[in-house]
């Protein structure tokens, strides 16, 4: 809902808010609203990032020797336990 502000002509402007109120920024998915109290919400961006740096560390540990896919799987595993 916005917040109607009037002007100095007397006419309201409408779609404004008032000085120093401002709305929660959340994602499309509405990340904010799934997130813990207290804890920042992670986006898909960030969460995909966070699973793609952990991939390719647990990929580095083991030289590489096993399928991509592989790694993927058990970096998704370990972020969404991280992120609980």
């Known amino acids: ?3 109607r502000v009037a ?5 309201r402007k409408v779609g404004s808010q008032t000085p120093g109120a401002q ?8 990340e904010q609203a799934l997130a813990a109290p207290g804890m920042p919400a992670v986006g898909p961006e960030e969460r995909f990032r ?3 740096h952990a991939a390719y560390y647990l990929a ?21 336990e991280r992120l609980k």
């Open 7 to 11: 002007t100095r002509t007397g006419k």
């Open 50 to 52: 966070m699973i793609q």
């Open 23 to 30: 709305r929660p920024k959340t994602g499309e998915a509405g």
């Open 1 to 3: 809902m916005s917040a």
């Open 60 to 80: 580095e540990k083991d030289g590489f020797r096993s399928p991509p896919d592989s790694y993927w799987a058990a970096a998704e595993k370990e972020i969404e």
